[in-house]
């Protein structure tokens, strides 16, 4: 609606919500345009970065400013990113996000392929690779036509209540090794296909952690997973009443000093609300 899109982190825990941190989006064609860049004043050093890429920025400086979660989770277009998921995994994030229909994953540990030869030079090149006879299948088609799918029966499970009721989706989950960027499989995961009751709308998440390792359960997952509720909310709750999107400059600094004095706004009436709610915990 104002014409800036922006890459937004949030966070959320029993009775405590904020905006960690938010930076914008700079489309290719702004990024290699001169003259829109000087109009805008952006930085000589900011460059061209997809939004995985910029959410990764931000995961980095809020771990370095010493921030700790218990998980992370995202929407497809992150999930979709084999980059990103293989930086949380570098820097043992555990994260449950969705990821499209079409995400490649193995149903069994592959046979991984090493291979070494010379250089021209002398040196020794060593290269990896899945054996021919295992390549990895689409999660729509695992759901469809896997025995290990086939075998299972739909657990439901009560997402969360709302107004017309309560929200409930079917559940079922393998335990999986996606491909990496480069290839490869990564260590074992955990796939989730969750199709709505009431709608029969599917969605997939993938989960670095397996279920029933280091007490994590499915439910927990589950929470985890339909959990972008409350950040939505926040957004929501940040555009409405604290004029996020209330912004009537163009400036590259101008707008991030914006975002940030509205977090600020928004971490005010969060440590608020819970000085005043006496049943209010923080974890």
């Given at each position: 609606?104002?014409?800036?899109?922006?890459?937004?982190?949030?966070?959320?825990?029993?009775?405590?919500?904020?905006?960690?941190?938010?930076?914008?989006?700079?489309?290719?064609?702004?990024?290699?345009?001169?003259?829109?860049?000087?109009?805008?004043?952006?930085?000589?050093?900011?460059?061209?970065?997809?939004?995985?890429?910029?959410?990764?920025?931000?995961?980095?400086?809020?771990?370095?400013?010493?921030?700790?979660?218990?998980?992370?989770?995202?929407?497809?277009?992150?999930?979709?990113?084999?980059?990103?998921?293989?930086?949380?995994?570098?820097?043992?994030?555990?994260?449950?996000?969705?990821?499209?229909?079409?995400?490649?994953?193995?149903?069994?540990?592959?046979?991984?392929?090493?291979?070494?030869?010379?250089?021209?030079?002398?040196?020794?090149?060593?290269?990896?690779?899945?054996?021919?006879?295992?390549?990895?299948?689409?999660?729509?088609s695992l759901?469809?036509?896997?025995?290990?799918?086939?075998?299972?029966?739909?657990?439901?499970?009560?997402?969360?209540?709302?107004?017309?009721g309560p929200?409930?989706?079917?559940?079922?989950?393998?335990?999986?090794?996606?491909?990496?960027?480069?290839?490869?499989?990564?260590?074992?995961?955990?796939?989730?296909?969750?199709?709505?009751?009431?709608?029969?709308?599917?969605?997939?998440?993938?989960?670095?952690?397996?279920?029933?390792?280091?007490?994590?359960?499915?439910?927990?997952?589950?929470?985890?997973?339909?959990?972008?509720?409350?950040?939505?909310a926040e957004?929501?709750?940040?555009?409405?009443?604290?004029?996020?999107?209330?912004?009537?400059?163009?400036?590259?600094?101008?707008?991030?000093?914006?975002?940030?004095?509205?977090?600020?706004?928004?971490?005010?009436?969060?440590?608020?609300?819970?000085?005043?709610?006496?049943?209010?915990?923080?974890?």
């Amino acid at each position: 609606e104002n014409c800036i899109v922006g890459v937004h982190l949030g966070y959320s825990a029993p009775g405590f919500q904020a905006i960690l941190d938010s930076q914008l989006y700079l489309p290719w064609e702004w990024a290699n345009d001169p003259k829109r860049r000087k109009m805008a004043y952006v930085p000589d050093d900011v460059e061209f970065k997809t939004k995985p890429q910029i959410a990764m920025d931000l995961i980095d400086r809020a771990l370095q400013n010493g921030i700790r979660v218990a998980w992370w989770t995202f929407d497809e277009l992150y999930g979709r990113d084999s980059n990103f998921l293989d930086a949380l995994d570098f820097r043992e994030q555990r994260f449950v996000g969705e990821i499209p229909k079409n995400t490649r994953v193995w149903t069994s540990k592959p046979d991984v392929i090493r291979h070494e030869e010379q250089t021209a030079s002398g040196q020794t090149k060593k290269t990896s690779c899945v054996a021919d006879n295992q390549p990895p299948r689409e999660v729509y088609s695992l759901l469809n036509h896997s025995h290990k799918f086939l075998m299972q029966t739909w657990q439901k499970y009560v997402i969360k209540d709302t107004d017309k009721g309560p929200e409930v989706w079917k559940i079922k989950h393998l335990t999986v090794w996606r491909q990496t960027n480069s290839g490869l499989p990564s260590t074992r995961c955990t796939l989730i296909v969750a199709r709505s009751v009431r709608t029969n709308e599917t969605k997939f998440f993938l989960c670095n952690v397996v279920v029933g390792e280091n007490g994590v359960t499915l439910r927990g997952l589950l929470r985890v997973a339909f959990g972008r509720w409350v950040i939505e909310a926040e957004f929501r709750f940040s555009k409405e009443e604290l004029g996020l999107d209330h912004l009537e400059v163009r400036g590259w600094r101008c707008i991030h000093r914006h975002l940030h004095v509205t977090a600020l706004s928004f971490l005010l009436c969060s440590r608020i609300r819970l000085s005043l709610d006496k049943g209010g915990t923080r974890k």
